[in-house]
C-alpha cells in the first residue's frame, strides 16, 4: 500500500484580518508549509485550494500570483466545514495515485460576518422563526438536544466540552482566544439556542492553513522522512439517506460511515489513537462526535466528558489546540489546521501540550447547514 | 376583493378534509418517506416510484431548542423544532404553545401540526399562510 506524507505544515493564527486579501493568508500559509519542508514554490508539482467563499474566484491561481506563478495544476474547492480537508485529500489521493510526488494544499478563507445563513427569499417571506430556524447554533443544538433527549445528556455535561477546550487554548500560543473559561461562566454566558451559550459556539474568523504533501520516494530523496507524517486514511462521506436528514441536517450517519471506513483503510481500531482534533463548531458536536467516530459507546458521550478522558493528560486528549471554539473557525483552513495540530503532536513538538510518545492521531471535519446535506472528512496519520 | 392566501411553504396543499396539509412523498419501492422534492428516491435510488404521501397532522418531537439570537429583525425566543410525524416524515418547525423553559419541554411529546397565518404578506398584499406546532392534549 503506497502512503502519502506530510512533510511540512503550518498555520497562519486565526485573526480579522480585513486589509489582507484571501490570497495573502493563503500565501502567508503556504510559504509557512514550505519553509516548515524547507521547499520553494518551484519544488511543487500541484496546489489543491479550498474556500468555501473563494473557491470560485481562482484563489489558488491568486495565491501562486503571490509567490511565483509556476503553471501548475490548480484544482479550488469549496465543501462546507470539510473544505480544508478535502483539498489536502485531493493532495494525497494525487501523490498516492503516481500522478506526482510533491503537491501542496491550501485552506483559507475570509469569512462574511455575522451569523452565517440567510433570511429573505425570492417572495419576500421570512422562514427563520415561523419554521423553526436556519443558524448554525440553532442546528447544532437541536442535534445536541436530539441527543440529550435520548440518553439524558446534561446542559453542565455540553458546557464541560467548552470549558475543557478553552483550558486547552491556555497551552497553544496559536489560539485565538487563551482564556480559561471556568463552568459557571460557560453556562452563565448568554444562551445563544438552548443548551449552547455564546461561549459553546466557535468563533466566525478569518484563516489560512497549508501543508506540503509528498511520495514515501520523494521525502526519502529530499531527507524529510524524519519530520514525515504517513497518511494512513484520507477518506471523505457526503451524507447518506437518513429518514430524518431532510428535516434536521444529519452529521452522525455522515461520520460514522466516514470513521468506519477510516479505521478499516488505516488498519487501526479507535483504541490505538493517542489523540483527536475533532469538528467542535458547537460544544454539542463534540459530545455527539465522540460516538461517531467510536470513541466510545452510543450513549455515553455525556460521561466520557464527566470522566476527563478527553482532557490533556487524559486517555484520549481531545481538541488539545483549543479546538474550533477556541481557535475560531475560518471554514476552509479549519480542515488542515487540525491536521497540523496532529502532525506537531507526531513529531513531538507541541510544546506544553505534547502527548507523550503519540504514534496515531485522528482528525474529523464535517460541514453542512440547515436544509442541506453535509460532508464529512476524517483523517489518521500515524508518526513515521 | 381581498387578494387569497399564499402557502408559505412548497409542500403546502388543500387536503383530502378541504383543510391544508402537507404533502410529501413516498416510495412504492422502499417505502421512504420525503419531505422535499426531488426526482428519485433518496433513499433508494428508485425512479417513477413515488407517489404524493399526507403527512398526519400529529406526531412526536424529535428535537428542539430555544432560539435566543437569530438574525437582524427576527423576533426571539422562540422553539425551533422537528417533529417525527405519525405515519412518517420529519418536519422542521416552530413550536407554539409551551414555555420558553426546558423543564416544561419534553422528549417525544405529542404535537399537533396547525396551519394559520403568518402575520407576513407578499408583495400582492396576500397574507402568507404557514404550519406551526402545538402540543396536543394536556401536557404534564
Given at each position: 500500500m503506497t502512503h502519502a506524507y506530510v512533510v511540512g505544515i503550518d498555520v497562519l493564527p486565526f485573526g480579522r484580518f480585513p486589509d489582507r486579501a484571501v490570497e495573502v493568508l493563503g500565501a502567508e500559509a503556504a510559504w509557512m508549509a514550505l519553509d516548515d519542508a524547507g521547499l520553494a514554490i518551484s519544488n511543487i508539482q500541484a496546489l489543491y485550494c479550498g474556500s468555501v467563499?473563494?473557491?470560485?474566484?481562482l484563489v489558488g491561481q491568486r495565491i501562486l500570483r503571490q509567490i511565483g506563478q509556476t503553471g501548475i495544476p490548480v484544482v479550488n474547492c469549496a465543501n462546507a466545514c470539510a473544505t480544508g480537508a478535502t483539498a489536502f485529500r485531493e493532495g494525497v489521493m494525487a501523490v498516492t495515485g503516481g500522478h506526482y510526488d510533491l503537491v501542496l494544499a491550501v485552506g483559507v478563507e475570509k469569512m462574511p460576518a455575522g451569523l452565517l445563513g440567510g433570511t429573505s427569499r425570492p417572495d419576500g417571506f421570512v422562514e427563520e422563526g415561523i419554521f423553526g430556524s436556519s443558524t448554525t447554533p440553532a442546528l447544532f443544538a437541536q442535534i445536541g438536544m436530539e441527543h440529550a433527549m435520548l440518553y439524558g445528556t446534561t446542559f453542565e455535561q455540553f458546557a464541560k466540552v467548552a470549558v475543557k477546550n478553552h483550558f486547552h487554548a491556555t497551552f497553544n500560543p496559536k489560539a485565538m482566544y487563551r482564556q480559561e473559561t471556568p463552568l459557571e461562566m460557560v453556562m452563565e454566558s448568554e444562551v445563544i439556542a438552548w443548551p449552547n451559550t455564546k461561549l459553546m459556539c466557535s468563533v466566525n474568523v478569518d484563516g489560512a492553513a497549508a501543508a506540503v504533501i509528498a511520495s514515501e520516494a520523494a521525502a526519502r530523496r529530499l531527507g524529510l522522512m524524519d519530520r514525515a507524517v504517513r497518511v494512513l486514511a484520507s477518506e471523505l462521506t457526503s451524507a447518506p439517506y437518513t429518514p430524518q436528514d431532510m428535516a434536521l441536517s444529519d452529521f452522525n450517519e455522515v461520520t460514522r460511515v466516514c470513521a468506519a471506513n477510516a479505521y478499516r483503510k488505516a488498519g487501526v481500531d479507535p483504541g490505538a489513537l493517542d489523540l483527536v482534533e475533532l469538528?467542535?463548531?458547537?460544544?454539542t458536536a463534540e459530545i455527539v462526535h465522540y460516538e461517531n467516530l467510536m470513541l466510545c459507546d452510543a450513549g455515553l458521550g455525556g460521561a466520557m466528558i464527566d470522566s476527563g478522558e478527553t482532557m490533556i493528560g487524559g486517555r484520549i486528549p481531545v481538541n488539545?489546540?483549543?479546538?474550533l471554539l477556541s481557535k475560531g473557525h475560518p471554514l476552509g483552513a479549519t480542515g488542515i489546521a487540525n491536521i497540523q495540530e496532529i502532525c506537531l503532536h507526531l513529531r513531538g513538538q507541541a510544546g506544553s501540550r505534547q502527548v507523550p510518545e503519540a504514534r496515531i492521531g485522528l482528525t474529523h471535519v464535517a460541514g453542512g447547514g440547515a436544509g442541506l446535506p453535509s460532508s464529512c472528512a476524517v483523517h489518521i496519520l500515524e508518526k513515521t | 376583493m381581498k387578494p387569497l392566501p399564499v402557502p408559505a411553504h412548497r409542500l403546502m396543499r388543500i387536503g383530502s378534509n378541504g383543510g391544508f396539509c402537507i404533502v410529501a412523498m413516498q416510495c412504492r419501492a422502499c417505502g421512504a418517506v420525503l419531505t422535499d422534492q426531488v426526482r428519485a428516491c433518496t433513499a433508494c435510488g428508485a425512479r417513477e416510484a413515488l407517489v404524493p404521501f399526507e403527512l398526519s397532522s400529529t406526531g412526536r418531537l424529535h428535537t428542539y431548542t430555544i432560539v435566543?439570537?437569530?438574525?437582524?429583525g427576527v423576533e426571539v425566543p422562540f422553539v425551533a423544532a422537528v417533529v417525527a410525524l405519525d405515519g412518517g416524515g420529519y418536519i422542521q418547525g416552530t413550536l407554539k404553545g409551551?414555555?420558553?423553559d426546558p423543564e416544561k419541554i419534553n422528549g417525544g411529546m405529542p404535537v399537533t401540526l396547525v396551519f394559520g397565518e403568518t402575520g407576513q404578506q407578499a408583495e400582492s398584499g396576500a397574507p402568507f399562510l404557514a404550519y406551526h406546532f402545538e402540543p396536543a392534549g394536556e401536557q404534564p
Open positions: 467563499f473563494s473557491a470560485n474566484q469538528h467542535d463548531c458547537f460544544a488539545l489546540s483549543g479546538g | 435566543r439570537r437569530s438574525f437582524p409551551v414555555a420558553h
